[in-house]
């Protein structure tokens, strides 16, 4: 294993040797480390962390980094079965995921509030903060906040974590450093575990894979020293690269490009076994009667499946990349809005993204959904998001209780992207000549098009914006990004926990394994594509306009994870914020791209078990931990936001030709937060 990095030679190791021993010194100075197989070398109190680290690097010419992941076997997580995590998937990586969370253990704990604060990002970007990600090759700080795990049961089994609140820069050095002044348990300092203490100290040691990594660990000293770190305050550091951007986005674009390059060939064949017909003779009451659809089409569409019968993406050998397997049907539903039989033909044609393991059909048969549309006059087409639909809770299970089955859901994600890459084309092209989708002789449909997403459509949507050469305008609604960090702080995360924690008993473990599955996450997260929907568009794709609308204290996507994704997006902020979001910059607009987030929140409208007037006071907690399970507190943000009708004003203002963010709403009514 190649344990160092950007250095020179083994003959600093011999003069530190020597400079901190003195000659014939006696073997007692020489102090003894005992290391476990494969594991990293600056601290016995666990073997795997800290996580992300050099030291499960090789250098490798033929990656974009010159860096590979370098895992063995026997040092990630164990479920109750003995089936170990297979390091193979994370040895094919070029670098560290740039979105993980990023891991320590202290085996005498850590204080929570002796750590940098989600409250004063600005704070953590100082050289006074107590927890420093930097850029080795600008010296530019990370901001960042830091938390223990509060669902671990004990201080043994509590994990640091460190969560970067901008998405790292890609093919990138980075160097983490924990200071003396965060506390352990019982508020004393922080001590070093003993192995970084004899690299620290310049204390030698007889251990050879510690030493080997002494000229690595001068350089990161010497480099701390330059951003005004003295090494004695240091209780540890650490450093890493970050994958590229090439391995990162390659999937998608892969598939994207076979699927569209044959598509002129293959065709795209779809049929509308169901079709029900809203005529204006019907009145209200009878089984015919809806105010707003004036048609709705069920049915399936064929897509290029990259995904094997056991719903694995097939890859090359040779090049990694998914490999097309075969033509697949997959379902769409259109719903054509009564508007039409009103207004002058074709109207625009809106993509829909529906929620976390929900589906097209049932979220568009929502009184919400045909409301909007009908106001809006547009033709709502919708496909599943497979991966996180209706369909996937059963592999959602299966995944967590065995980490190595988690494509089952993240490659079916991928599939979901292309799968409305291909529906857009569809709307596109033979929708518009086909005489279902017709009105009085006249196409219902025109080219002109958009994307609107809610909750896991905005986060889907938010990835498909990025690699979509068609749609240019488009609306997230209460969206976020980074899947590692919004697991735990959604109210599934209460059902899941159990699952998870019968198949992996200890808390620490469970933490490594939500940090590393940001791998598996990374091909279709919205993290990764974020710095390319607007400021550097990826190649085959033009640059987007994008309109976030979140919620202050949403409980089921954090604002967390909402402005992680808006902060690396580059968005700016709608109106002036009374409480600012850090990195992002406020103008009263209107805008072509923008966040909003909306507080004073009072649902308008009846919702399942939202009452009607509930006013949505629930703050969920600021620590790891998933909200309440009771709907009536947790959806109340959520569900509201998309429902105001400023907020549909201001979607109606938005998706439309040279459409732009606008102010719809003026305190104290409702107002932006």
């Not at 070029?94 to 704990?109: E, K, N, R, T, V």
């Not at 951003?227 to 090439?246: C, E, M, N, P």
């Not at 808390?507 to 791998?519: G, N, V």
Request: hydrophobic share 40%; charged share 10%.
């Amino acid at each position: 294993m190649k344990t160092g990095k950007r250095i020179g030679g083994g003959i600093l190791v011999a003069l530190l040797f020597l400079g901190a021993s003195g000659c014939g010194s006696r073997k007692s100075s020489v102090a003894q480390v005992t290391l476990g197989q494969g594991c990293n070398p600056v601290s016995t109190d666990d073997c795997f962390l800290p996580y992300p680290s050099f030291y499960y690097l090789k250098q490798d010419p033929a990656t974009a980094t010159g860096w590979r992941v370098n895992y063995p076997g026997g040092i990630l997580p164990v479920n109750g079965k003995g089936v170990a995590l297979n390091p193979a998937p994370f040895n094919t990586e070029d670098g560290f995921s740039p979105a993980s969370q990023i891991l320590a253990y202290f085996a005498q704990g850590v204080t929570p509030t002796s750590l940098p604060s989600q409250n004063d990002l600005a704070a953590s970007t100082l050289t006074t903060s107590p927890i420093q990600v930097i850029n080795f090759t600008t010296g530019t700080r990370v901001p960042l906040f830091a938390e223990v795990d509060a669902n671990a049961p004990s201080v043994q089994q509590q994990a640091l974590i460190i969560r970067p609140m901008i998405r790292l820069a890609t093919s990138t050095h980075y160097v983490v450093v924990i200071l003396n002044t965060v506390k352990d348990i019982t508020g004393a300092p922080l001590k070093a575990p003993a192995p970084f203490v004899y690299l620290r100290d310049r204390i030698p040691t007889d251990n050879s894979v510690v030493e080997s990594i002494r000229p690595h660990y001068e350089q990161l000293f010497s480099f701390l020293q330059s951003q005004g770190i003295d090494r004695k305050s240091i209780v540890l550091a650490w450093d890493f690269t970050t994958a590229s951007d090439q391995f990162l986005t390659a999937h998608l674009l892969s598939m994207r490009d076979q699927a569209l390059a044959m598509t002129p060939t293959v065709g795209i064949d779809y049929t509308f076994p169901t079709v029900n017909t809203f005529t204006p003779a019907s009145v209200s009451g009878s089984a015919g009667y809806n105010p707003f659809l004036y048609k709705e089409l069920i049915g399936t569409f064929s897509a290029p499946t990259f995904l094997n019968a056991a719903g694995y993406l097939v890859t090359s050998n040779t090049t990694g990349l998914p490999q097309y397997v075969d033509q697949a049907p997959y379902p769409i539903v259109v719903h054509i809005p009564a508007c039409i039989t009103e207004t002058t033909l074709p109207v625009p044609i809106m993509i829909y993204g529906h929620g976390l393991f929900g589906n097209a059909q049932g979220e568009m048969e929502t009184h919400y959904q045909e409301r909007l549309i009908n106001q809006l006059c547009m033709v709502q087409i919708g496909t599943d998001w497979i991966g996180l639909s209706s369909n996937d809770v059963a592999n959602a299970a299966i995944a967590i209780g065995d980490f190595n089955k988690l494509p089952l859901i993240t490659d079916k994600i991928q599939q979901a992207q292309i799968n409305v890459v291909v529906m857009t084309r569809l709307a596109l092209g033979a929708l518009r000549n086909d005489p279902q989708l017709q009105y009085n002789g006249h196409s219902v449909i025109g080219s002109e098009i958009y994307y609107y997403g809610i909750s896991d459509g905005g986060i889907q949507g938010a990835t498909f914006m990025s690699i979509d050469p068609d749609i240019k305008q488009g609306v997230l609604g209460v969206p976020g990004s980074t899947w590692s960090l919004m697991i735990q702080r959604n109210p599934e995360y209460n059902m899941l926990e159990p699952i998870m924690a019968a198949s992996y008993p200890n808390a620490l473990d469970r933490m490594k394994l939500l940090s590393l599955s940001q791998y598996d996450w990374d091909f279709a997260d919205p993290i990764t594509f974020a710095p390319h929907t607007i400021m550097d568009p990826l190649p085959g794709t033009p640059k987007k306009q994008i309109l976030i609308e979140a919620g202050i204290n949403d409980s089921e996507v954090s604002n967390l994870a909402t402005n992680l994704l808006a902060r690396t997006m580059g968005l700016t902020g709608l109106q002036s914020l009374p409480s600012p979001v850090y990195g992002i910059t406020q103008t009263t607009g209107p805008l072509p791209s923008a966040l909003t987030y909306w507080t004073n929140l009072v649902f308008p409208g009846n919702y399942g078990p939202v009452p009607n007037g509930m006013a949505c006071t629930y703050v969920p907690p600021a620590t790891n931990q998933p909200p309440s399970t009771d709907s009536n507190l947790t959806s109340c943000v959520h569900e509201t936001v998309r429902r105001l009708p400023e907020v549909i004003q201001q979607i109606q203002s938005f998706l439309k030709p040279g459409g732009l963010a606008e102010q719809t709403c003026v305190a104290p009514a409702c107002s932006y937060q």
